[in-house]
């Protein structure tokens, strides 16, 4: 029979270790996203309302990549992982939204978290499912 450490042990490492590592790429490939748009705003005339839309792209291609690096990682249980994982990035992402702008609007952060969820786990379904090359 297994000891209670030796599960835990195995949930974290089946379970969180790629959910977080997942997150991370997530947030990498974000902030990363959201530089080369800053970039675009800095040196075009780009309407200020399009700023919502394009930090909700950036967030959303953010979550399906960190989604997609989680169940990479998993190698099972794709839509969990992914969605985990997009939780995970969502509460950052707030945590910092709300770090810098010290309020969160209630309809802007709703259809940010669906969006996330949604992607990081079609990211985490097509991550599991991604055959590899040989």
């Known amino acids: 029979m297994k000891s209670h450490k030796e599960d835990s042990s195995a949930m974290v490492k089946r379970f969180l270790r790629p959910v977080?590592?997942?997150?991370?790429?997530?947030?990498?490939?974000?902030?990363?996203?959201?530089?080369?748009?800053?970039?675009?705003?800095a040196s075009q005339d780009i309407p200020k309302a399009a700023i919502t839309p394009m930090a909700i792209v950036a967030a959303a291609?953010?979550?399906?990549?960190?989604?997609?690096?989680?169940?990479?990682?998993?190698?099972e249980k794709g839509l969990l992982i992914g969605g985990a994982c997009g939780l995970l990035l969502f509460i950052l992402v707030a945590l910092a939204g709300f770090a810098f702008l010290k309020e969160i609007r209630g309809?802007?952060?709703?259809?940010?978290?669906?969006?996330?969820?949604?992607?990081?786990?079609?990211?985490?379904?097509?991550?599991?499912n991604l055959r590899k090359r040989r």
């Open 20 to 41: 977080i590592i997942g997150a991370v790429v997530g947030a990498l490939c974000c902030t990363l996203l959201l530089a080369v748009m800053a970039a675009i705003v």
């Open 61 to 75: 291609a953010g979550a399906f990549f960190g989604g997609f690096a989680a169940a990479r990682i998993a190698k």
């Open 107 to 128: 309809a802007y952060i709703l259809v940010k978290l669906a969006v996330m969820l949604v992607l990081s786990a079609l990211g985490g379904v097509i991550g599991v």
